[in-house]
């Protein structure tokens, strides 16, 4: 098994495109290698035409597509299972539900750091998802332990429970920490096979973000209808095995294709390099770093940490972190102060890669408002559809199931925002994805205030008519505005922050994105929460009552759609102050 950490050769300089061969003066092409420092499978330096591009990740993304069903197929309808199999109340299991899905969008952190800091994210992912496949099999035994000890007369029924309960979130817990691991390095791994000192490589780096996020709405749609369909008609032995073999097939498919990918170089722990800088420039507090930026510590360019790694060139803004590249000795005592002692004094490049970090968080706290409204397609888009009509013609329609118009906008919109969209663009504007990341972020942050207004207005009119007269199908304008957010916002957010991290943080910024999903959450919960204690004193119904029709759900739409507004402000004025990263 292969890792960034297991390849400790030196790498060699490009060579030249051609030799003279010396027995004829007809020149040997030879194979060209990468730009970006990766290596092969073997550790060698990468050749651009045997290893990366889309032939490493169409096996990269038919992992993605497995775990994505695997794990859909499992959380769409586990609140089901905890009720109606296991006997939770309705309180348990949304409270368990909510706890470990939460857990599963902040284990990416953890598991980002590990990839980082020590095993590289090859190995992480090979033995997260390891890890995961194992969580689920447990998972699919709770199901399985009534048929196989149906004959044990020791086994009471309340113990049999308490045995499925034990065995269930053994395995779903597993099943988090396997995804900790998975969900970050799958993103940054397959964007790894594209050298971004290669244009027409970069071009189809941009692609992968978009078919990333297409293939995830595509496993959660078969998994919401599919495999939901087995569980409730087939039962949950084979409802929760079919999770089992999916990810299974989803590390064959990761693992046999190892020789075609591109390696990247583990470079020590982020968070130590982040708190070398922090802790450098707070001991050199009483210290002026010089105004001529080139009298600041910079490693040699035969330093061997440098290997395969772009210096970054100094910005002028942040200047307290330059406190920590300050030399006050001698150079040859600097450079021994520095081997000796990372805690006094650190390299420019290294104190860049804090402040292009620092740069990106106001960015991100913005963007967690996005993923606080999308919260409401699970939760107050599905209460407000439980109080209308939810008959189609002959057919009844579950309110939680008007969700599908959010997934099938993403699923129509991201082949032709890649297809169509980004090659006119790029006609106009000249820029190679057509139009910049925070271009693209921004326009979608506009979504969440069109969705939350279109919300409102249909709410104003529901309380005006009849109760249950107005079919829910008014409700697919705010669910696909929600979607068109999706796809700007959520796969520009996660291009913007892997492209701009540094080489030794990439996994680490692109777990952002899956811990603003879980801070959108807990925003919601939160805000929700001070509406409810708000609205509710003197007795009142408050704005979000049981029995909507005695509420006013259409002020709280409108209320979320004003910080919609202050959030795109805030957002707008961190945008136009942005420093991209220099290299």
Known sequence: MASASEHKVALLDRPPAEV?????????????????????????PALKHRTGGWRACRSVLGTEFCYCLAYSGISSNLVTYLTGVLGQTNV?????????QATCFLMPIAGAIVADSYWGRYRTMVISCSIGVAGMIMAALSAYLPLLVKNGASFTSWNMVSAQVFVLFLGLYMIAVGLGGLRPCLMSFGADQFDD??????????????????????????????IVWVQDHYGWALGLTIPVGVLAVGLLCLVAASRAYRFQRTRGSPLTRVCQVVVAAVRNFGVEPPADSSLLYQLPEDDGALKGVQRIDHTTDLRFFDKAATVAVSDKEAVALAQSSPWRLCAVTQVEELKIFARMLPLWVTIVFFYAVSAQVSSTFVEQGMAMDATVGSVRVPPASMSTF??????????????????????????????SDLQRIGAGLTMPVLAMAAAAIVETVRLQVAPGKISELWQAPQYA??????????????????????????????????????????????????????????????????????????????????????NLMAYVSCAVRYKYRKA
């Not at 348990?92 to 470990?100: D, E, K, L, P």
């Not at 780096?205 to 599919?226: D, E, H, P």
């Not at 082949?415 to 790029?426: G, H, N, Q, T």
């Not at 922050?497 to 801070?519: D, E, H, S």
Request: net charge negative; charged share 15%.
């Open 20 to 44: 003279s061969s010396p027995s004829s003066a007809t020149p040997v092409v030879q194979e060209e290698y990468t730009t970006d420092g990766s290596l092969d499978f073997d550790g060698n």
């Open 92 to 100: 348990a299991a949304a409270r368990n539900v909510s706890t470990w």
């Open 197 to 226: 000192g290669d244009p027409s490589e970069r071009v189809h780096k941009g692609s992968f973000f978009n078919w990333y996020v297409f293939n995830m709405n595509c496993a959660s749609l078969i998994s919401s209808t599919g």
């Open 406 to 435: 959010d997934i099938l906008t993403i699923v129509v919109l991201v082949p032709l925002y890649d297809r169509a969209f980004v090659p006119a663009a790029r006609r106009l504007t000249g820029r190679e994805k057509g139009v």
């Open 481 to 566: 505005l929600v979607g068109v957010g999706e796809v700007l916002t959520t796969i520009g957010q996660l291009d913007f922050f892997y492209n701009q991290a540094p080489a030794a943080m990439k996994t680490v910024c692109t777990a952002l994105g899956f811990l603003a999903i879980a801070a959108g959450n807990y925003l919601s919960s939160l805000v929700l929460t001070a509406v409810q204690w708000a609205t509710t004193t003197g007795g009142r119904p408050g704005w979000i009552p049981n029995d909507l029709n005695d509420g006013h759900l259409d002020r709280f739409f409108w209320m979320i759609a004003g910080l919609g507004c202050l």
